[in-house]
């Protein structure tokens, strides 16, 4: 059934205007490292040389977005894509021929009836040394599942050496025990979404990773009490999102630049932490619960960047007295949009801020609706190094309005505000009328608002 | 050094030059600044030539005049600092506007010359070119010898196991995996009837032996059938350390194939890694081990490595000749059962297997005892 190989060309010429082939295998490799994977490996049925060389990429992004977009819109179709998207992953797997590899990134609708796959492509990234390893096993590609049913990441098999336990019939690894934890030394950056990390396998992140800079964890079940202490320790970034069992996080002598936290309200203790410029934080509804500026009181005076998450702006944020943060350049608020509530209570944080440059307000419509009413007006304050206010999210509310002009009347270094009407909220399924709809009337009743009041040094955006 | 010598050389230039050097022989003079953006040109600066016309750097060999111009070019824009990066990258964009062919050239004459950014921004372009495009499109674009046969070509698309051998294991897994859902309906009526735990391990014993057979068969070619055999229990033993650890994470599918019943058992008889040929603790652990294997059927399945999506590509003259492999597999195999009677009667066992065979249209059934043509 063998057909003869056809040549356009005597085998020992290249054809003149074949150019391509002049260049090196690595530069090939360069060029494939800059398509999709799936662009990618149909360049294996090109010619002979081209067969093997798209197996040598450095980066593997196991994207499925469009697949997740049509589960996203039809649950029914998990059933059947989780296979596919699953065989795509260990053909790859077993084809890749270079000795190392970047970046992995599994991105799938999986759980834990995927374990042994999920299992051999974690031991093959950690085998090849992989520096960025990312796993986004959300449900639908967008929400967080019952950590239950999560998959947990497979701590035991990768550092106690039980031999070749987990050898699969067709897996061409030879795993063990050194390779694994060599492969661990070289990840540099860690992104695990729903997928359970027990408090040994942290542990084991945090003293076998040598160079550990990047820490993410979002929707884990299994850890209680997280802690984070160290000089040694190389890690620089770490993020905990919705990790609902855990009670405590202590972040102590560690030279950590930049820390987010979101969920429930959790006891934070916060010590000697000399490099921490960068705070992301939203305990509780409120995202200020267990009275979080207490908790962050060691740091408070170095913060460069604070980000809060304030869910349900509540009445009582304006008996809240904020404290002075002297060397903030950047704050940005994340606040649940509900009814026409008031914005203006925020301004008292600003001006707790004196060297503020930057102003960031997300506006998270939960349940916006305009109402008509008298604009309020918050106490003067002159703003005096604030540059640039971005109001995202953008309704066109009285609330949204007169927070605006609260900027546009007093913040006297003021250079641009950006009004950004568009829905914060990204689902996976299409954007419906109704919802364009909403984007069109905020943006109409920005410039409504806001053009006529504008100071002329000031340059209005809205986009 | 430069500088002193461009005050003797060109005494009314304020701006220092180099000589370059291309593959057919003509000397370029370039100003230094332009011409230390590449890297290689900086390290033969840095080592002394090219300061004057007859010290000239000699540039490699993939640089001919008009890739040296268009680098050149390049590095002119690029060296002056002042640039924002919304100019920087807008001239990029126009600066790969060029063919194919001048593309190419241009990405090994900027590799040769150490220049990153460049070799980066035409390796984007080159890639840009590519995506999107099916391999017929790309060959003819970039001229590509088309030197690969049809078999090499289909690989990809179908299941890209090297060994042919493993494919038609595939095969039969994905057989197996159907007859075992039967046979979990069966358990279930049966089991209103005859609440009796013979019949399952009857079954599974029977899966048991012609998956190893399988295996023993594929990895030992099936010569004598004291080398099956051997093979065979080594093949066993093997299977029952991955089985164990399986067992441990087995886990219900999503087609929820496994019996509870099953999962309950592997978590209370966790410990054995035995060989077969002992007494009858053997039974026990054969019990958990036919158990395992009708688990680790199922996993496979979820690793998708047996998946039957992966044969749905084929055309249908390979499927067909598959399937007449399959016959003839398990045809032989068929053979081998007078060895493995033996075998488990030997061991005191009392209950016959359920050996299987192929009928005529290729699917899976079991020998009553009607019908089996040896003792």
């Given at each position: 059934?063998?057909?003869?190989?056809?040549?356009?060309?005597?085998?020992?010429?290249f054809?003149?205007?074949?150019?391509?082939?002049?260049?090196?295998?690595?530069?090939?490799?360069?060029?494939?490292?800059?398509?999709?994977?799936?662009?990618?490996?149909?360049?294996s049925?090109?010619?002979?040389?081209?067969?093997?060389?798209?197996?040598n990429?450095?980066?593997?992004?196991?994207?499925?977005?469009?697949?997740?977009?049509?589960?996203?819109?039809d649950?029914?179709?998990?059933?059947?894509?989780?296979?596919?998207?699953?065989?795509w992953?260990?053909?790859?797997?077993?084809?890749?021929?270079?000795?190392?590899?970047?970046?992995?990134?599994?991105?799938?609708?999986?759980?834990?009836?995927s374990?042994?796959?999920?299992?051999?492509?974690?031991?093959?990234?950690?085998?090849?040394?992989?520096?960025?390893?990312?796993?986004?096993?959300l449900?639908?590609?967008?929400?967080?599942?019952?950590?239950?049913?999560?998959?947990?990441?497979?701590?035991?098999?990768?550092?106690?050496?039980?031999?070749?336990?987990?050898?699969?019939?067709?897996?061409n690894?030879?795993?063990?025990?050194?390779?694994?934890?060599?492969?661990?030394?070289?990840?540099?950056?860690?992104?695990?979404?729903?997928?359970?990390?027990?408090?040994?396998?942290?542990?084991?992140?945090?003293?076998?990773?040598?160079?550990?800079?990047y820490?993410?964890?979002?929707?884990s079940?299994?850890?209680?009490?997280?802690?984070?202490?160290?000089f040694?320790?190389?890690?620089?970034?770490?993020?905990?999102?919705?990790?609902?069992?855990?009670?405590?996080?202590?972040?102590?002598?560690?030279?950590?630049?930049?820390?987010?936290?979101?969920?429930?309200?959790?006891?934070?203790?916060?010590?000697?932490?000399?490099?921490?410029?960068?705070?992301?934080?939203?305990?509780?509804?409120?995202?200020?619960?267990?009275?979080?500026?207490?908790?962050?009181?060691?740091?408070?005076?170095?913060?460069?960047?604070?980000?809060?998450?304030?869910?349900?702006?509540?009445?009582?944020?304006?008996?809240?007295?904020?404290?002075?943060?002297?060397?903030?350049?950047?704050?940005i608020?994340?606040?649940?949009?509900?009814?026409?509530?008031?914005?203006?209570?925020?301004?008292?944080?600003?001006?707790?801020?004196?060297?503020l440059?930057?102003?960031?307000?997300?506006?998270?419509?939960?349940?916006?609706?305009?109402?008509?009413r008298?604009?309020?007006?918050?106490?003067?304050?002159?703003?005096?190094?604030?540059?640039?206010?971005?109001i995202?999210?953008?309704?066109?509310?009285?609330?949204?309005?007169?927070?605006?002009?609260?900027?546009?009347?007093?913040?006297?270094?003021?250079?641009?505000?950006?009004?950004?009407?568009?829905?914060?909220?990204?689902?996976?399924?299409?954007?419906?009328?109704?919802?364009?709809?909403?984007?069109?009337?905020?943006?109409?009743?920005?410039?409504k608002?806001?053009?006529?009041?504008?100071?002329?040094?000031?340059?209005?955006?809205?986009? | 050094m430069?500088?002193?010598?461009?005050?003797?050389?060109?005494?009314?230039?304020?701006?220092?030059?180099?000589?370059?050097?291309?593959?057919?022989?003509?000397?370029?003079?370039?100003?230094?600044?332009?011409?230390?953006?590449?890297?290689?040109?900086?390290?033969?600066?840095?080592?002394?030539?090219?300061?004057?016309?007859?010290?000239?750097?000699?540039?490699?060999?993939?640089?001919?005049?008009?890739?040296?111009?268009?680098?050149?070019?390049?590095?002119?824009?690029?060296?002056?600092?002042?640039?924002?990066?919304?100019?920087?990258?807008?001239?990029?964009?126009?600066?790969?506007?060029?063919?194919?062919k001048?593309?190419?050239?241009?990405?090994?004459?900027?590799?040769?010359?150490?220049?990153?950014?460049?070799?980066?921004?035409?390796?984007?372009?080159?890639?840009?070119?590519?995506?999107?495009?099916?391999?017929?499109?790309?060959?003819?674009?970039?001229?590509?010898?088309d030197?690969?046969?049809?078999?090499?070509?289909?690989?990809?698309?179908?299941?890209?196991?090297?060994?042919?051998?493993?494919?038609?294991?595939?095969?039969?897994?994905?057989?197996?995996?159907?007859?075992?859902?039967?046979?979990?309906?069966?358990?279930?009526?049966?089991?209103?009837?005859?609440?009796?735990?013979?019949?399952?391990?009857?079954?599974?014993?029977?899966?048991?032996?012609?998956?190893?057979?399988?295996?023993?068969?594929?990895?030992?070619?099936?010569?004598?059938?004291?080398?099956?055999r051997?093979?065979?229990?080594?093949?066993?033993?093997?299977?029952?350390?991955?089985?164990?650890?399986?067992?441990?994470?087995?886990?219900?599918?999503?087609?929820?194939?496994?019996?509870?019943?099953?999962?309950?058992?592997?978590?209370?008889?966790?410990?054995?890694?035995?060989?077969s040929?002992?007494?009858?603790?053997?039974?026990?652990?054969?019990?958990?081990?036919?158990?395992?294997?009708?688990?680790?059927?199922?996993?496979?399945?979820?690793?998708?490595?047996?998946?039957?999506?992966?044969?749905?590509?084929?055309?249908?003259?390979?499927?067909?000749?598959?399937?007449?492999?399959v016959?003839?597999?398990?045809?032989?195999?068929?053979?081998?059962?007078?060895?493995?009677?033996?075998e488990?009667?030997?061991?005191?066992?009392?209950?016959?297997?359920?050996?299987?065979?192929?009928?005529?249209?290729?699917?899976?059934?079991?020998?009553?005892?009607?019908?089996?043509?040896?003792?």
């Open positions: 059934m063998r057909k003869r190989a056809r040549l356009t060309e005597p085998k020992e010429l054809n003149a205007d074949d150019c391509i082939s002049a260049l090196p295998d690595d530069l090939l490799v360069t060029i494939l490292s800059c398509l999709t994977l799936k662009e990618a490996a149909v360049t049925i090109l010619s002979r040389r081209w067969r093997h060389l798209w197996t990429v450095a980066g593997l992004d196991f994207d499925a977005n469009d697949t997740l977009d049509n589960i996203a819109a649950p029914k179709l998990r059933s059947s894509e989780r296979p596919k998207y699953i065989n992953v260990n053909r790859v797997v077993r084809q890749h021929r270079g000795p190392t590899l970047d970046a992995v990134r599994i991105c799938f609708d999986l759980d834990k009836s374990r042994s796959a999920i299992d051999n492509w974690v031991k093959f990234a950690i085998a090849k040394r992989v520096q960025r390893l990312e796993l986004d096993l449900e639908n590609g967008e929400t967080l599942r019952q950590p239950t049913r999560n998959y947990t990441f497979p701590y035991k098999p990768l550092s106690q050496s039980k031999g070749s336990s987990l050898k699969n019939v067709y897996s690894l030879a795993l063990t025990q050194p390779s694994m934890s060599t492969g661990l030394k070289c990840l540099k950056a860690l992104s695990l979404k729903c997928v359970n990390v027990s408090e040994e396998a942290l542990d084991c992140f945090l003293s076998t990773c040598l160079v550990l800079q820490l993410s964890i979002h929707g079940g299994g850890l209680k009490n997280v802690k984070v202490t160290g040694e320790l190389p890690l620089k970034y770490l993020e905990i999102v919705f990790c609902l069992g855990i009670d405590t996080i202590e972040i102590s002598n560690v030279n950590l630049v930049s820390f987010s936290y979101l969920g429930p309200g959790i006891d934070l203790i916060i010590s000697n932490v000399p490099m921490l410029d960068e705070i992301s934080i939203g305990e509780g509804y409120s995202g200020l619960e267990n009275n979080v500026f207490r908790q962050l009181s060691c740091c408070l005076y170095q913060l460069e960047v604070l980000t809060l998450d304030i869910y349900r702006p509540e009445e009582n944020i304006k008996i809240f007295a904020f404290p002075v943060l002297p060397n903030l350049k950047q704050l608020l994340k606040v649940g949009a509900w009814d026409d509530d008031s914005l203006l209570e925020f301004t008292s944080l600003i001006k707790a801020c004196p060297n440059n930057r102003f960031v307000l997300q506006l998270i419509w939960m349940s916006p609706s305009k109402r008509r008298k604009m309020r007006r918050a106490p003067e304050c002159a703003h005096e190094h604030l540059t640039l206010v971005e995202v999210g953008y309704y066109g509310r009285t609330s949204d309005a007169e927070l605006a002009m609260y900027f546009l009347e007093n913040a006297v270094a003021l250079q641009k505000i950006v009004i950004d009407p568009h829905n914060q909220i990204l689902e996976r399924s299409p954007l419906g009328i109704a919802q364009i709809k909403n984007e069109e009337s905020a943006r109409r009743r920005a410039r608002q806001l053009e006529p009041k504008k100071p002329p040094a000031v340059q209005l955006v809205i986009l | 430069t500088e002193a010598d461009s005050e003797i050389i060109k005494p009314e230039m304020l701006k220092a030059y180099v000589w370059l050097q291309t593959s057919d022989g003509s000397i370029q003079q370039v100003e230094q600044e332009v011409a230390m953006y590449c890297p290689f040109i900086c390290q033969e600066i840095h080592s002394g030539m090219g300061s004057s016309k007859n010290y000239p750097i000699s540039l490699p060999s993939r640089v001919n005049p008009s890739m040296l111009s268009l680098i050149l070019d390049y590095c002119r824009f690029h060296q002056v600092p002042g640039r924002s990066n919304k100019e920087r990258k807008s001239f990029d964009e126009k600066f790969v506007r060029m063919d194919t001048r593309l190419c050239e241009l990405t090994s004459a900027a590799d040769s010359l150490q220049l990153k950014p460049l070799v980066d921004l035409t390796s984007r372009a080159l890639a840009r070119v590519i995506e999107g495009k099916t391999p017929e499109e790309i060959r003819e674009i970039f001229h590509l010898p030197d690969l046969t049809e078999e090499e070509k289909l690989e990809p698309i179908k299941n890209t196991m090297d060994d042919p051998r493993i494919r038609l294991l595939n095969r039969l897994y994905a057989r197996k995996r159907k007859e075992l859902k039967e046979r979990e309906r069966l358990k279930v009526i049966t089991s209103l009837f005859l609440p009796c735990d013979n019949v399952e391990i009857e079954e599974e014993r029977g899966d048991e032996r012609s998956v190893d057979d399988l295996l023993s068969f594929i990895n030992g070619g099936g010569e004598d059938s004291k080398g099956t051997t093979s065979k229990n080594k093949k066993k033993s093997r299977k029952r350390k991955d089985l164990k650890a399986a067992s441990t994470n087995c886990t219900s599918t999503s087609n929820n194939t496994s019996s509870s019943s099953n999962d309950v058992d592997l978590n209370k008889k966790e410990t054995n890694e035995l060989h040929e002992s007494g009858n603790p053997s039974l026990h652990n054969k019990l958990l081990n036919d158990v395992c294997n009708a688990t680790k059927l199922l996993d496979i399945e979820d690793d998708g490595l047996a998946a039957e999506d992966e044969f749905d590509g084929i055309d249908p003259a390979l499927k067909e000749k598959l399937d007449r492999e016959e003839d597999f398990a045809r032989r195999l068929n053979s081998d059962w007078p060895e493995i009677m033996q488990i009667l030997s061991r005191g066992q009392e209950r016959r297997p359920l050996p299987l065979t192929v009928n005529g249209n290729g699917s899976l059934r079991r020998y009553t005892s009607s019908d089996q043509r040896h003792k």
